[in-house]
C-alpha cells in the first residue's frame, strides 16, 4: 500500500492565486514527520516546510503553510500568492519515528504551472 | 560549507559497465542516503547509512552496493549497469534532530 498519496498529476493555477496541493499519508507510527519538497526545471531539492505528529499548530514558512489534519491522515500544502517561480515538481514525504534516522517515503509527485 | 555534494553529475554507461557515484558532505551529519527518480515514481530509497561504517537496503536495492568508509563520503556502486538503471540519483543527508534532509544537486545516469 502507498504510503503517500499524491492524488493530482498536474494542477495549473493564476498568478497571485492561492493553490492547494493534497497530500494523503498512511502509518500505524504515533511519531513522524511530513515534509514538502520543492523540484524546478534545473532538478534539485529544495526543502519547503515540515510538520511533526505532535505539533499543535499547522506548520508555515513564508508563502507556504501545511494544513495538517491528522484525523484524516491529510497534509496538504498551500502556496498564497503563487509566483511564475512557484512553477515546479512538489513532492510530499513521510518520515516514520522520532528519529531523524528513518529515511523518507515519497509521494510521485505535484507538477504545478503558474499561468501569467 | 558546501552542504552535499555529488560526483560525477552526468555519465552515460554502457551494459555491463561498473561505476561509483560518490557522495560528499561536510555537515558533520550522521545520516545518508540514496535514492533514485524516475518520471512519475517520486524519489525512491536504494540504500541508506546510520552511521560510519553502517549500511542498510532500502526498497529498491538490488544491482546496487554502497560503502560509508568515512563519516563524510557515502558510495554507491553499479557493478554490472543495465538500461533499467537509467535514472537520476540523488544523496541526502541528515542528523538527528534536523526537520530536513538535505540533497545533493542530483546524477544523471544512462545506461545503453
Known amino acids: 500500500a502507498q504510503k503517500i498519496t499524491q492524488t493530482q498529476p498536474g494542477m495549473f493555477v493564476q498568478e497571485k492565486e492561492a493553490v492547494t496541493l493534497d497530500c494523503t499519508y498512511d502509518t500505524s507510527d504515533p511519531s513522524y514527520g511530513l515534509f514538502w519538497y520543492k523540484q524546478p526545471s534545473s532538478g534539485e531539492m529544495i526543502f519547503l516546510i515540515y510538520q511533526g505528529s505532535y505539533d499543535q499548530q499547522n506548520a508555515t514558512e513564508g508563502r507556504y503553510s501545511l494544513n495538517f489534519q491528522k484525523a484524516r491522515k491529510s497534509a496538504n500544502l498551500v502556496i498564497s500568492a503563487s509566483q511564475l517561480g512557484d512553477s515546479a515538481m512538489y513532492f510530499c514525504?513521510?518520515?516514520?519515528?522520532?528519529?531523524?534516522?528513518?529515511?523518507?517515503?515519497f509521494g510521485k509527485g505535484t507538477r504545478l504551472s503558474v499561468i501569467a | 560549507n558546501a552542504g552535499v555534494t555529488q560526483t560525477p553529475k552526468f555519465r552515460v554507461l554502457k551494459t555491463g559497465q561498473s561505476m561509483t557515484l560518490l557522495c560528499a558532505q561536510d555537515m558533520n551529519h550522521e545520516y545518508m542516503y540514496w535514492y533514485r527518480q524516475d518520471p512519475g515514481m517520486g524519489l525512491r530509497l536504494i540504500h541508506y547509512s546510520v552511521g560510519e561504517g553502517t549500511t542498510a537496503k532500502g526498497e529498491v536495492p538490488d544491482g546496487y552496493n554502497v560503502s560509508r568508509l568515512k563519516k563524510q563520503n557515502f558510495l554507491l556502486g553499479l557493478e554490472s549497469a543495465a538500461p533499467s538503471q537509467t535514472s537520476v540519483y540523488f544523496c541526502?543527508?541528515?542528523?538527528?534532530?534536523?526537520?530536513?534532509?538535505?540533497f545533493g544537486p542530483g546524477t544523471r545516469l544512462t545506461v545503453l
Open positions: 541526502a543527508s541528515t542528523d538527528s534532530g534536523d526537520n530536513e534532509q538535505f
Open positions: 514525504a513521510m518520515r516514520e519515528g522520532y528519529s531523524g534516522n528513518t529515511p523518507l517515503v
